[in-house]
């Protein structure tokens, strides 16, 4: 579905918050990778699709109502089989409908749990003064203790993007540390960019939450993205 079509679904329920599919959805269509993720409604629809997206398997409730998805369940992570998945798809709707009674229940989303890498943020907001504006730092305590993050105003260009990786205090750990790799500066670097574009297309997009991005040494990937829209913006 075209993100213009998306972002007028979300506005007419009244939603500012898009769901995870939707998100997801709009970042493969800006070329952002992300897991190859499917909605389901049913265990019986989750078995028969397991075999196609491949092991290890992760789930997690879709629902405009529920923002900790795990303290109501709904969350599963290294499913190993059709079975083990049927079977946890069954358990997560009971017991998000045991725990979150009111909510709103859109499905399951499932996709391949990604490999182990370097976990970087890409993030983009709406500034009243500057407009479209990209985020970048490392993941976890990088970010949320020592706020080291770089910013650009879009547009974002490949050379403004490979700038803001370099610039952040914790550039190093990209260039490989206690035996990793170096990671992919390039292609986190054409997230940035498509982060940018996607930001300055969307104007009813206020922020945009790629995290984590996981770099590898080739390639990377967006396994969890986020985006809100401007409220009363319909």
């Known amino acids: 579905m075209m993100p213009r079509k998306i972002i007028e679904n979300a506005l007419n329920e009244n939603r500012t918050k898009l ?12 070329g952002i990778p992300t897991p190859n993720a499917v909605l389901v409604k049913t265990p019986e629809e989750a078995y028969d699709l397991a075999d196609k997206i491949g092991y290890p398997l992760v789930l997690k409730i879709v629902s405009p109502d529920i923002t900790h998805k795990s303290d109501v369940g709904g969350v599963k992570l290294g499913l190993k089989n059709k079975e083990e998945v049927s079977e946890a798809v069954k358990e997560m709707l009971k017991t998000v409908q045991s725990r979150a009674p009111n909510a709103r229940i859109a499905g399951i989303i499932m996709y391949k749990m990604a490999p182990p890498g370097l976990e970087v943020i890409v993030g983009g907001v709406r500034d009243d ?3 479209a504006v990209v ?9 949320e203790v020592l706020r080291d993050v770089s ?3 879009s ?3 490949l050379d403004d993007a490979l700038e803001m990786i370099n610039e952040i205090k914790s550039a190093t750990i990209l260039n490989g540390f206690r035996g990793q790799p170096p990671a992919d500066k390039h292609a986190i670097a054409d997230i940035i960019v498509k982060t940018s574009k996607l930001l300055m297309e ?3 997009i206020e922020s945009i939450d790629l995290n984590p991005v996981i770099a590898y040494s080739q390639g990377a990937l967006a396994v969890d993205v986020r985006i809100v829209l ?3 913006n319909k």
Do not use: C, D, T, W
């Not at 769901?19 to 800006?30: D, S, V």
């Open 151 to 153: 910013f650009r105003i």
């Open 135 to 143: 985020m970048f730092g490392l993941g976890g305590i990088f970010v």
């Open 202 to 204: 969307n104007q009813e």
């Open 155 to 157: 547009p974002v260009s």
């Open 230 to 232: 401007k409220r009363g």
């Open 129 to 131: 003064v500057f407009g």
């Open 19 to 30: 769901l995870e599919h939707e998100a997801f959805e709009i970042a493969k269509y800006y």
